[in-house]
């Protein structure tokens, strides 16, 4: 499995992916899933990956390969970031449609991508895109966007993430919230990949790796369970008389 | 859907659950999840289900309907929580064994349980009951259960559970995580139930139910997200100077 975000703030974007990949419980390995495309000062994209490895292999290497052959239809000529998502989606659908999976084989061949980024001259953009193809963009109301194993580190985005928060603040929720996943879920693991893009910059954005044991990391974990416990030993007590209805006859 | 936990520490028991039902989006109701079987001062068991509704009323009413008829086993007469336990899967499994689906209609008709208690000389136990009529019991490491829409209200049992918190903190704790579910996800609502069982005790245990706009419940929501949003303000700076390896090729 994997954990992907991407956070849109009115200061930029945050991406974040998590590294591991299994297929099944004793095959697994590291990749990364963050795959950055500058553009000269011009343009910038950022793609993180889900699913299938092979097939977002396959994807990344066919965006690259067009950028080289300078395809119609590429990453450095698309005018608009809303027709290079509907490009990569279309890329994403291509490759998967490539292989024929054996009958009765539960085998999954899709991927899904956050894809974001920025034009000159236009707004920065944020989308998710589905394994059909399709997309939807991040809005003012959803300032964030999640891919593979998403549930645990929702409540936490849900509860701290605005438009006006710094892309600082933004990046360490979303490693709180990476922190979370992976200490409930065994198939999302480190090395933890970080991109801070400042938004109008138009430039590959502030990269970061951490690994399981980096010292930072460590520092946050400790600072949050501890934070976290105080908060929790400051919750008001139970009332003394709640009413307890019964709410079943029998 | 639903999501009910059971929590065992050293004090007692915690049992809480939601109260929303749905069958489709447009079919939204009210129902207790919460079920007990108070014993005469000599036993105590509670039951919390998750799954079709029709199948976990019907194992309700079938556990009533032995202690009434003095059924050759029933929750009076057991004399192990494990031969409850497996009383209360045998009877879930009969009861959706009663019902045919239509071929090819995706209905499910599982219904999954948390069921604890206490019977006088014995030690409390508690267990997660399998649609297939097995079960799992809670243990000193994992000294909590889960059953439903599970995955959003994780990581605060995760960093905060252990068996020596007291009763109240972890009738508190698992609030929190009630509270991070129905925030993430429409299908769990309120009112919450919640039961503190006192270890030993033998009786049917301290219950309350906390609707919506429960003055209580407000505080405590509120407490908690300022209280996260301190907790967040306060963690390290991200470094200045993090090593940014690329770590894929290509």
């Known amino acids: 499995m994997t954990y992907c975000v991407g956070i849109s703030v009115d200061q930029g974007m945050v991406f974040m992916s998590d590294s591991r990949t299994n297929a099944g419980v004793d095959q697994i390995s590291s990749f990364s899933k963050m795959h950055q495309f500058p553009g000269d000062g011009e343009r910038s994209f950022t793609l993180l990956s889900a699913g299938n490895l092979a097939t977002s292999q396959a994807v990344v290497t066919r965006l690259h390969r067009d950028l080289e052959s300078d395809a119609t239809i590429n990453l450095r000529n698309v005018k608009h970031l809303s027709a290079a998502a509907e490009y990569v989606g279309r890329i994403g659908r291509d490759e998967t449609g ?37 997309y939807i963009r991040a809005s003012y109301q959803t300032p964030y966007l999640q891919i593979g194993e ?18 600082e603040d933004a990046a360490r929720c979303a490693l709180v919230s990476m922190d979370s996943t992976i200490r409930s879920n ?12 400042d938004a ?10 951490l690994e399981e044991f980096n010292e930072y990391l460590i520092s946050l974990r400790a600072a949050w369970e501890s934070s976290l416990r105080k908060a929790f030993n400051d919750l008001p007590r139970l009332p003394a008389h709640e009413p307890s209805v019964r709410l079943v006859d029998g």
């Not at 998403?150 to 892309?167: A, M, N, Q, V």
């Not at 109008?200 to 790796?209: A, F, Y």
Request: charge should be positive.
């Open 98 to 134: 490539k292989v024929k999976p054996k009958e009765d084989d539960d085998l999954s061949l899709s991927a899904s991508f956050i894809f974001g980024g920025e034009i000159a001259g236009r707004p920065p953009a944020l989308f998710l895109i589905y394994p059909e193809g399709n």
């Open 150 to 167: 998403l549930k645990y580190g929702k409540p936490i985005l849900d509860r701290i993430i605005t438009r006006s928060l710094s892309l």
């Open 186 to 197: 065994a198939s999302v693991g480190p090395p933890i990949e970080l991109l801070l893009y």
């Open 200 to 209: 109008g910059s138009l430039k590959s954005g502030r990269h970061i790796v």
